[in-house]
């Protein structure tokens, strides 16, 4: 039997990015403890499926479309949530990113940093403002953010917009935190190195050389998969955190702790 603390009965999660990878997990994750959910995605097929497995459980789930970098539509869809479950506890923010052409620095047009920035920064920070004014107003709520490794440490391979976009995410964790702290409201993120979602499973099969080169850097000694994330936000979601606010906690196999010219026992091209 599973401790009273981890228990969502009736709470309502929002998650975003919930048609598949790691906010489809942390959505199912959230419905196995008992709460209820809407499910955010630009694949609303996909976000209907997860919605279908929610049901399965027993927990109401309601699928909608949203594009997070879009404030208007971000805020439509918190009208939508009021209508249906008139409540918030719970604010998974999974969903943003960009499909660009990764290129050095120097090369990188200035548009392409708007765009990550817009997505995980400014639609991020909408998602918060909209789930934290109504927290607020019911004297509590958890958010979860989720950041990159790329966000606290640097990845080089021409990821600079992106990661400069989740350096935004970790300190606007920092920074709601502490503001909304007082009032009931915690505020959190997840730091992910590389986890195994269908468009990473992409990109291995174009280069396969990178599993490799990322697994040189997790001391666990594999990749990431999208389940390893609903114990960490079940947690963070609960009462079990009651008093966790303004972390930055990672789930990355032992990557941030690792030095980055260290090894680990079988890891690849260990030299003795």
């Known amino acids: 039997m599973s401790h009273e603390l981890f228990d969502l ?3 309502v999660a929002l998650v975003s990015g919930a048609a598949q990878g790691v906010g ?10 008992g709460a209820d959910l809407m499910l955010a ?11 279908s497995t929610i049901e399965a459980l027993g927990r109401r789930a309601v699928a909608v479309r949203c594009d997070v970098s879009e404030p ?4 439509a869809m918190f009208s939508q949530l009021d209508d249906e479950f008139g409540r918030i506890d719970v604010l998974g923010n999974v969903a943003g990113g960009g499909s660009i052409e990764a290129l050095p620095p120097e090369q990188t047009p200035v548009e392409s940093v708007s765009t990550f920035l817009q997505s995980l920064v400014i639609g991020r920070f909408c998602c918060c403002q909209e789930a934290g004014r109504r927290m607020l107003a019911a004297g509590g709520g958890s958010i979860i953010n989720i950041t990159s490794i790329a966000g606290l440490t ?4 021409n990821h600079t917009p992106y990661s ?3 350096g935004g995410t970790a300190q606007m964790t920092r920074e709601l935190s502490t503001e909304w702290a007082s009032r009931g409201v915690r505020v959190n993120s997840i730091v992910l190195a590389q986890i195994m979602n269908p468009g990473m499973q992409e990109r291995v099969a174009r280069e396969p050389r990178l599993e490799e080169q990322w697994l040189r ?8 998969e999208p389940d390893d994330v609903k114990g960490v936000a079940i947690f963070l979601a609960s009462d079990a955190a009651r008093w966790v606010t303004g972390t930055l906690l990672p789930l990355d196999g032992g990557n941030l702790a690792m030095n980055a010219g260290a090894s680990y026992p079988g890891g690849p091209g260990v030299i003795g």
């Open 164 to 166: 400069m976009a989740m």
């Open 24 to 33: 489809r997990a942390m959505s199912i994750g959230f419905a196995e403890a």
């Open 41 to 51: 995605d630009l694949n609303e097929e996909g976000a209907r499926q997860t919605a």
């Open 154 to 157: 640097a990845l080089g391979r």
């Open 217 to 224: 850097g997790i001391a666990m000694g594999r990749l990431g």
């Open 72 to 75: 208007d539509q971000v805020r």
């Open 9 to 11: 009965s009736g709470h």
